[in-house]
């Protein structure tokens, strides 16, 4: 595996005297700022069977996208 430079191990939290394991990216959640990015982003995608919900109750909206299975 080639040498990843200190400055970078830093930025990953990784010690600077192991070497560098790439972690595995999580399945999080998809998350919009309105309910017509996230509809825009269902077509773009061809999703169908989906739902809505607003994680906030006050200030701005944030809004997720949960399929249904």
């Known amino acids: ?7 970078a191990k830093r ?4 010690a600077t005297h192991i070497k560098h394991v790439k972690r595995l ?9 309105s309910e017509e990015k996230a509809l825009e982003w269902a077509k ?3 999703l169908k069977d989906f739902e809505l919900r607003n994680l906030r109750e006050k200030g701005k909206p944030k809004i997720k996208f949960v399929i249904k299975n």
């Open 1 to 7: 595996m080639k040498k990843i430079h200190t400055r």
């Open 11 to 14: 930025k990953l939290y990784a």
């Open 25 to 33: 990216g999580r399945n999080k959640p998809k998350a919009f700022k």
């Open 44 to 46: 773009k995608n061809s």
